[in-house]
C-alpha cells in the first residue's frame, strides 16, 4: 500500500476541485471541497547545463543539500579542533605544537564554527531549504533566485572564516563570545587579521542567512498549498519558521556588533573601548563601553540558542510520531510552546551577564523570565513523553535518536535551571559545569535531532536506505560516549575547574580532575571517531543501500507524496497536492492502515473515527 | 503579477473570524504579493539593525566621560555671514521626503499604467535620493575638514565622531543602494520592461508595476529611519 498512496483516486479528487471544473458532474463529495487556488502556479527556472543544475542551482532541494555538505563539512573542522583541545586538557604537552594561543584559538572557532557555520546552517538552511517547499506543497521557495544567492554568501563566508587559520597572527582567540577590550588587543591570539576577518564573516553569514530566512517566512506564510492551513503543517514547519522569525529579528544585533567592533579595529573608534593602561600607558583608546558589546552579543546570543533548538523541537516531534505511529499529543499545544518559547527567549539575554557587574534587580528580572521558558519546554517534554505513551513504537535508529535527544534535553534542561538562578550562576560561572549545561542543551540535544533526521530523511533524498546495523553502532557510541564526556564535566565544575584553561598547573584541583579529563579526552575521540560510521554509511549507501521505494516510514506528510523519489525540480509533477488533514492520522480505528495521509480526502474514511483538523 | 484577487473568499467577522483568517490556507496575508511581503519583513529586520544601532548610540552617548558636542553649534552652515544652526539638514530632510512624495506618485501611475510619468517620477526620486547623499557627502567633508574623525572629535566626545560617521553611512549606504535600484527600474519602465512583463536579466521572473511599489516601500523606509536619526543626533 505504501507503494501506491498516490493512486489514480486521489489524482481525480484533486482534479475534479480544480477552478474551472468545480461544479462538474463527476464533483468529489462535499466533505472533500476545498477552496479554489488563490495564485497561479509558480513559474520556476528550470536549469539546463551542469554549472545551472547543480552548481548555481536555483531548486530548493539542491540549495539545502549544499548546505547541508558545507555546513558538515565545517562542523567536521569544529570537530577536529575539539579533539585537538581534549588532547591538550586530557595529555598536556602531547601535542607538541600546542601552545595557549593556539589553544584559544581552537576554541573560539570551534564554538563560533559549531553554533553559526554548522548548527545554525544546518537546521535553517539546510533542513529548512528542503522540507519547507515539500512539506507545505510548494513548488520550490518563492524566491529561487535569491535562494541561491543565500548558499553562495554562506560559501564565501565560511571561506573568509576558514582564512583566519592562514594569515598571520592566525584566527581570533577570544572566545566564541568576542568580548572587547581584549578580542582587539595585543596579547590575545589573532587580534589582528583574526578578528577582522571573523567579523567580516559574520556580516557576510547574516547578509547571506537575511536572504534565506525571507525565503523561509514568506514561503511559509504565502505559498502554501490548498487546504495547507497553519494548524495542519508539520510541527518541524513550526519549528523551522519560528526560529527563523528569531534569527531575522536576533541576527541584527550581531550584525551592528561586529560592524561596531571592526570599526572599533580598523579605524581605531572607541565603541566598545575604555580607558586601557597598558605596560604604564595609556592606549588611544577611550571613552566606550564594553558591557554594550555584552549586551548586543547577547541579544543575539541567546536566541541563537532557540534558533538551534526550535528545529530540533519541530523535526523530532514528527520523527517520534511517525516511528512511534500515534498522533502528536497535543499538536496545538505543541505549536504555542514553539511560538511563546521564541517570543521570551528575546527578554532572557542577560542571564549571560550575571557577573558582568550588573544591578541585582537586574538579574533578578532575567532569572525570572529564563525560569518561565522552562514552563513551555517542560510542556513540550511532557506531550514528547505522552506521544511514546502507548504507541506502536518502532525501535529503529531513528527513534532510537529520538528517545536519546529527549533525555539529553531533559538533562541540559535541568542543569539551565540551575544556571538560571543568579546566587547559582554566580559560583558556577565559567566554571566546566557550564560547559557541560550548554553542550548538552545546544550541542548534543540537536545534533541527536539532525542524526534522526538524517536517518529519516535519506530515503527520501536519495532513494536508498541507511543500514541500520551502522546505525545502531553509531547511535550507541554516539550517546554513551556524549554522556561519558560531559556528566563527569558537570562535576569537574562543581570542584570549580575553570573554563577556557589552557592548563590546570599546580593547581589544587589536579588529584581529582587529572584523571577525570583523561578519561573524557579519550571519550572525546572515540565519539569523534565514531561519527565517520555515519559518513561511511552515507557514501556506501548511496551505492549498496536499500532502495527505499515511496514513503518507507509510511508517513503522512507531505514530502513523501510527490510522484517521483526523490523529488524532482517543482516537486508536485502536473497537479499541487490537496491537503485535507494534518500529519498526524496514525492508527486511527477503523482505518485499513495504520496512517492517513495528508491527501487522503475525508470521503475515503468516511467510516473511521478520523479526527476533524 | 499585481495583486491578485481572492475570487470566493470571504472575511470572518470577529475575532475568532480573523484567527480563522490569518490560519486559512494557501496565504496568510490575503492577496498581498509576495515581494511585498518580503520586502515588509526584511524591513522589519532593518528595522532590527537600526534600532540596535541607535540603542547603542545612546548608550555610547550616555557613558562617555567627556561631554558631547552642542548639535546646534556642530551642525550650523554660515548663511550671509551668520551661522544658521540645521540649515543644511533642514533641506536635506526636506529633499527626502519630498523625494518619498514623488515615489508614492509613481507607483500610482505605475498601476495605472502611465508609463511615462511612472518612469519620470522614479527618476525625480532618484535624483531627490541622489540631491540627499550628495549633501550628506558635503557634510562629511566639511566635519572632516574641522577635524572631526571616527576616532577623534575637537568639539567634544569622540563618540561622536563614530556614532555618527557609522549610522549616517548606514544610512546613506541605503540610500546610495535606493538610488541605483531607482535608476534601474526609471530605465526598465521607460523601456516597458513592466508593460511586457518582460524577464529579469538575473532572476529570470517576469516584470511587473508591483517591483516599482517594493521598492517604494524600502524607499519609504529609508525616509523614516532618517526621521530617527535627525531627531536622535541633530535635535537631542
Given at each position: 500500500m505504501s507503494e501506491d498512496f498516490n493512486d489514480s483516486k486521489t489524482i481525480q479528487a484533486q482534479s475534479s476541485e480544480t477552478i474551472s471544473g468545480g461544479g462538474g458532474a463527476e464533483a468529489a463529495p462535499d466533505t472533500d471541497y476545498v477552496r479554489p487556488a488563490e495564485l497561479p502556479d509558480q513559474d520556476l527556472y528550470h536549469g539546463h547545463s551542469f554549472i545551472t543544475k547543480w552548481v548555481f542551482c536555483q531548486d530548493a532541494k539542491v540549495i539545502g543539500v549544499q548546505y547541508f555538505l558545507l555546513a558538515t563539512f565545517t562542523g567536521i573542522i569544529g570537530l577536529i579542533l575539539s579533539w585537538l583541545m581534549r588532547l591538550q586538557l586530557g595529555f598536556p604537552g602531547a601535542a607538541g605544537f600546542m601552545t595557549a594561543e593556539h589553544y584559544y584559538q581552537f576554541v573560539t572557532m570551534h564554538g563560533m564554527i559549531m553554533v553559526v557555520y554548522f548548527l545554525t546552517a544546518l537546521f535553517l538552511g539546510g533542513f529548512g531549504n528542503y522540507l519547507i517547499p515539500l512539506m507545505t506543497g510548494a513548488r520550490d521557495m518563492v524566491f529561487p533566485y535569491v535562494n541561491m544567492v543565500s548558499f553562495w554568501m554562506f560559501f564565501v563566508a565560511v571561506g573568509v572564516l576558514l582564512a583566519s587559520f592562514f594569515v598571520p597572527g592566525g584566527p581570533t582567540g577570544s572566545g566564541w563570545t568576542l568580548y572587547p577590550p581584549q578580542a582587539i588587543l595585543e596579547g590575545t591570539p589573532g587580534s589582528g587579521m583574526g578578528i577582522i576577518l571573523m567579523c567580516i564573516s559574520l556580516v557576510l553569514f547574516v547578509a547571506g542567512f537575511t536572504m534565506g530566512g525571507l525565503n523561509y517566512l514568506i514561503t511559509v506564510l504565502q505559498a502554501r498549498t490548498r487546504g495547507m492551513t497553519l494548524m495542519r503543517m508539520p510541527l518541524t514547519v513550526w519549528g523551522i519558521f519560528t526560529a527563523t522569525v528569531l534569527a531575522m529579528l536576533a541576527f541584527p544585533a550581531l550584525l551592528v556588533s561586529a560592524i561596531m567592533m571592526t570599526l572599533d579595529k580598523i579605524?581605531?573608534?572607541?565603541?566598545?573601548?575604555?580607558?586601557i593602561l597598558k605596560a604604564g600607558e595609556v592606549l588611544e583608546y577611550g571613552g566606550g563601553t564594553p558591557i554594550l558589546f555584552q549586551h548586543l552579543f547577547w541579544f543575539f546570543g541567546h536566541p541563537e540558542v532557540y534558533i538551534v533548538a526550535l528545529p530540533a523541537f519541530g523535526i523530532v516531534s514528527d520523527l517520534i510520531s511517525v516511528h512511534s505511529r500515534k498522533n502528536i499529543f497535543g499538536y496545538r499545544m505543541m505549536v504555542w510552546a514553539i511560538v511563546i518559547i521564541g517570543a521570551l527567549?528575546?527578554?532572557?539575554?542577560?542571564h549571560h551577564m550575571y557577573v558582568s557587574g550588573m544591578h541585582p534587580w537586574f538579574g533578578f528580572f532575567f532569572a525570572t523570565t529564563t525560569l518561565i521558558i522552562a514552563v513551555p519546554t517542560a510542556m513540550k517534554v511532557y506531550n514528547w513523553i505522552l506521544t511514546l505513551w502507548k504507541g506502536n513504537i518502532r525501535l529503529n535508529v531513528v527513534m532510537l535518536w529520538c528517545l536519546g535527544f529527549i533525555v539529553t534535553f531533559v538533562n541540559g534542561g535541568i542543569t539551565g535551571i540551575f544556571l538560571g538562578n543568579v546566587t547559582v550562576d554566580v559560583p558556577l560561572s565559567d566554571t566546566y559545569f557550564v560547559v557541560a549545561h550548554f553542550h548538552m542543551v545546544m550541542g548534543i540535544a540537536p545534533l541527536m535531532v539532525i542524526m534522526g533526521a538524517v536517518y529519516h530523511w535519506f530515503p527520501l533524498v536519495t532513494g536508498r536506505m541507511l543500514s541500520e546495523k551502522l546505525g545502531k553502532w553509531h547511535f550507541w557510541f554516539t550517546f554513551l560516549g556524549a554522556y561519558s564526556i560531559y556528566f563527569p564535566m558537570h562535576y569537574l565544575g562543581f570542584i570549580g575547574v575553570p573554563r577556557r584553561y589552557f592548563e590546570m598547573y599546580d593547581s589544587p584541583y589536579v588529584t581529582s580532575a587529572v584523571g577525570m579529563n583523561e578519561f573524557i579526552s579519550t571519550a572525546a575521540f572515540i565519539v569523534g571517531a565514531a561519527q565517520f560510521i555515519l559518513i561511511y554509511n552515507i557514501v556506501t549507501s548511496l551505492k549498496i543501500g536499500k532502495p527505499a521505494g515511496k514513503n518507507p516510514w509510511k508517513a503522512n506528510s507531505l514530502e513523501w507524496l510527490t510522484p517521483t523519489v526523490p523529488p524532482e525540480h517543482g516537486n508536485w509533477g502536473d497537479k499541487l497536492p490537496v491537503v485535507h488533514r494534518w500529519p498526524y492520522d496514525f492508527s486511527v480505528p477503523g482505518a485499513k492502515e495504520d496512517f492517513i495521509t495528508q491527501?487522503?480526502?475525508p470521503s475515503e474514511v468516511a467510516e473511521t473515527e478520523v479526527e476533524k483538523t | 503579477m499585481s495583486d491578485p484577487k481572492i475570487e470566493g473568499y470571504k472575511f470572518k467577522p470577529g475575532y475568532s473570524g480573523m484567527a480563522a483568517d490569518t490560519g486559512s490556507d494557501q496565504t496568510m496575508f490575503k492577496g498581498v504579493h509576495w515581494g511585498k511581503a518580503m520586502m515588509w519583513i526584511f524591513l522589519l529586520s532593518d528595522t532590527f539593525i537600526f534600532s540596535c544601532f541607535l540603542i547603542s548610540y545612546m548608550k555610547g552617548r550616555g557613558s562617555t566621560p567627556v561631554e558631547w558636542p552642542n548639535p546646534s553649534e556642530v551642525f550650523a552652515l554660515n548663511a550671509f555671514g551668520v551661522p544658521v544652526p540645521l540649515l543644511l539638514i533642514a533641506i536635506m530632510t526636506f529633499v527626502l521626503i519630498t523625494s518619498s512624495g514623488t515615489m508614492a506618485l509613481a507607483v500610482k501611475y505605475g498601476y495605472e499604467r502611465n508609463r511615462k510619468m511612472c518612469g519620470w517620477l522614479i527618476l525625480a526620486t532618484a535624483l531627490g535620493g541622489l540631491t540627499f547623499v550628495g549633501m550628506q557627502a558635503f557634510e562629511w567633508s566639511k566635519l572632516i575638514h574641522e577635524g572631526v574623525r571616527p576616532w577623534q572629535n575637537p568639539f567634544g566626545a569622540p563618540q561622536f565622531g563614530s556614532f555618527f560617521f557609522m549610522i549616517t553611512g548606514f544610512h546613506g549606504t541605503h540610500v546610495s543602494i535606493g538610488v541605483i535600484f531607482l535608476f534601474i527600474y526609471a530605465y526598465k519602465t521607460f523601456a516597458g520592461h513592466y508593460d511586457k512583463g518582460k524577464r529579469g536579466w538575473f532572476t529570470s521572473m517576469k516584470g511587473d508595476y508591483v517591483e516599482i511599489e517594493i521598492l517604494g516601500l524600502y524607499w519609504h523606509f529609508v525616509d523614516l529611519v532618517w526621521v530617527f536619526i535627525f531627531a536622535f543626533f541633530y535635535l537631542w
Open positions: 579605524l581605531g573608534t572607541s565603541f566598545f573601548m575604555p580607558t527567549s528575546f527578554f532572557v539575554w542577560a491527501t487522503t480526502p | -
